[in-house]
């Protein structure tokens, strides 16, 4: 079976005329005008002003997750709501404007991208953009978090381009709720993009799974299951809430613990993997299993301690933490015509003052956008 999307109003994006125009190599008008962007230094500039980035806490921020686009072409229940309204095509960053990004956040020690969204494959020109990305100096590791549909298609051009990983989400491996989980999606298209992404040696392969009460709590055996054969990481990761599905979020929330017991009442006690204290998830292994399992406690045990991330929204905000609203606006300016120096110190004082904790516990909870839109 070809990996068409299952929603037929979905099988394309619309371009608008602007899109259209950027992709033929034009300039494109946006509400801030006509977009020129000051050239980035050269590749010497750039390695002469490198330096590392330490936020107000002392940890060091090496490590840029993009949101490519907030579209999708699926609707998972935890993430969206069925009738979610995406931006329109001029307000999300342009190709250029993402280099020109990653370029200032190369030269403040970023060294590690993970392309997310929405759906980062179903971004058209996606494959150059990995390339122009991975090519940048100083930028090491290109990874992607994708929902694979397209990957059976897409995943040794992306290999090709620079792309190093993938991770996979997958919260069922039952036909039938994984389409009530994703809305309309068949599990098939992401057998075959996992597929395509070991044959590409997009590895190591790791596949994400939220735990929704309700949903797929019985799930996390069969999942856990599959790295007894597979040298995969399975990641089961914590529901979090955001913008319009919170309700739905705190009330279908799983806890790390919950999740383990589960894992343990089948396979016995989990033996714990050896851990970096950086990567949010947390690695056992099922004695004897030829892969492990990762544990992401966001809400019920946060690991601030040893988090590097910011992230850029698909309209271009650095922001400083997935759990709060906390955001530096970095496209307005430079579509305003801020130069490389500007933004620099726009994107550094942001990341000084990255965040620590979140503020559930308290009531504060990340309000302004849906998980799509900032990138998880
Ligand atoms: N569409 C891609 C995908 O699903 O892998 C990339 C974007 S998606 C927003 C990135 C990751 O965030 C996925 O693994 C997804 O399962 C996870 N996610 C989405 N909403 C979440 C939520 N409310 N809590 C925890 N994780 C969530
Ligand atoms: Fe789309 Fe990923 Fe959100 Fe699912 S989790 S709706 S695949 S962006």
Same mark, same amino acid.
Request: charged share 25%.
């Given at each position: 079976?070809?990996?068409?999307?299952?929603?037929?109003?979905?099988?394309?994006?619309?371009?608008?005329?602007?899109?259209?125009?950027?992709?033929?190599?034009?300039?494109?008008?946006?509400?801030? /005008?006509?977009?020129?962007?000051?050239?980035?230094?050269?590749?010497?500039?750039?390695?002469?002003?490198?330096?590392?980035?330490?936020?107000?806490? /002392?940890?060091?921020?090496?490590?840029?997750?993009?949101?490519?686009?907030?579209?999708?072409?699926?609707?998972?229940?935890?993430?969206?709501?069925?009738?979610?309204?995406?931006?329109?095509?001029?307000?999300?960053?342009?190709?250029?404007?993402?280099?020109?990004?990653?370029?200032?956040?190369?030269?403040? &020690?970023?060294?590690?991208?993970?392309?997310?969204?929405?759906?980062?494959?179903?971004?058209?020109?996606?494959?150059?953009?990995?390339?122009?990305?991975?090519?940048?100096?100083?930028?090491?590791?290109?990874?992607?978090?994708?929902?694979?549909?397209?990957?059976?298609?897409?995943?040794?051009?992306?290999?090709?381009?620079?792309?190093?990983?993938?991770?996979?989400?997958?919260?069922?491996?039952?036909?039938?709720?994984?389409?009530?989980?994703?809305?309309?999606?068949?599990?098939?298209?992401?057998?075959?993009?996992?597929?395509?992404?070991?044959?590409?040696?997009?590895?190591?392969?790791?596949?994400?799974?939220?735990?929704?009460?309700?949903?797929?709590?019985?799930?996390?055996?069969?999942?856990? &299951?599959?790295?007894?054969?597979?040298?995969?990481?399975?990641?089961?990761?914590?529901?979090?809430?955001?913008?319009?599905?919170?309700?739905?979020?705190?009330?279908?929330?799983?806890?790390?613990?919950?999740?383990?017991?589960?894992?343990?009442?089948?396979?016995?006690?989990?033996?714990?993997?050896?851990?970096?204290?950086?990567?949010?998830?947390?690695?056992?292994?099922?004695? &004897?299993?030829? /892969?492990?399992?990762?544990?992401?406690?966001?809400?019920?045990?946060?690991?601030?301690?040893?988090? &590097?991330?910011?992230?850029?929204?698909?309209?271009?905000?650095?922001?400083?933490?997935?759990?709060?609203?906390?955001?530096?606006?970095?496209?307005?300016?430079?579509?305003?015509?801020?130069?490389?120096?500007?933004?620099?110190?726009?994107?550094?004082?942001?990341?000084?003052?990255?965040?620590?904790?979140?503020?559930?516990?308290?009531?504060?909870?990340?309000?302004?956008?849906?998980?799509?839109?900032?990138?998880?």
């Amino acid at each position: 079976m070809p990996t068409t999307m299952r929603n037929p109003k979905l099988q394309e994006l619309p371009l608008t005329e602007a899109a259209v125009a950027e992709q033929n190599g034009q300039k494109h008008q946006t509400k801030y /005008g006509s977009v020129t962007l000051s050239p980035p230094p050269g590749a010497d500039a750039l390695a002469a002003m490198t330096e590392p980035t330490h936020d107000s806490y /002392g940890r060091r921020v090496r490590y840029l997750r993009i949101s490519l686009t907030d579209a999708c072409n699926l609707r998972c229940v935890y993430c969206m709501p069925e009738h979610m309204q995406f931006r329109p095509r001029h307000e999300l960053m342009s190709d250029d404007e993402i280099i020109f990004l990653v370029n200032v956040a190369a030269s403040l &020690g970023v060294d590690k991208i993970r392309l997310t969204g929405g759906e980062p494959t179903i971004r058209p020109g996606v494959v150059d953009l990995v390339h122009r990305i991975s090519t940048v100096p100083g930028i090491r590791d290109v990874a992607m978090t994708t929902n694979a549909l397209l990957l059976d298609k897409l995943a040794q051009p992306l290999a090709d381009a620079g792309l190093g990983r993938v991770n996979i989400s997958i919260d069922t491996i039952d036909p039938e709720r994984f389409r009530r989980i994703t809305r309309w999606g068949d599990i098939e298209d992401v057998w075959r993009g996992i597929d395509a992404a070991e044959k590409a040696a997009l590895l190591p392969i790791k596949l994400n799974c939220v735990v929704t009460r309700g949903f797929n709590e019985e799930d996390v055996i069969d999942l856990a &299951g599959l790295t007894m054969e597979n040298d995969w990481e399975v990641r089961f990761i914590e529901m979090m809430p955001f913008g319009e599905v919170s309700d739905f979020q705190l009330s279908h929330v799983v806890s790390f613990r919950e999740i383990r017991q589960n894992v343990e009442s089948v396979f016995g006690p989990l033996e714990e993997a050896s851990y970096d204290f950086v990567d949010p998830s947390r690695p056992f292994r099922i004695p &004897g299993a030829a /892969g492990t399992l990762g544990f992401i406690s966001s809400v019920t045990e946060p690991f601030c301690q040893g988090c &590097g991330r910011v992230r850029l929204t698909a309209d271009g905000k650095l922001r400083l933490c997935l759990l709060r609203d906390d955001e530096v606006d970095l496209l307005s300016p430079l579509r305003a015509g801020a130069d490389f120096d500007k933004i620099r110190a726009l994107m550094k004082d942001g990341a000084f003052h990255k965040p620590w904790g979140h503020g559930l516990d308290s009531g504060v909870f990340a309000e302004n956008r849906a998980m799509n839109q900032i990138g998880g």
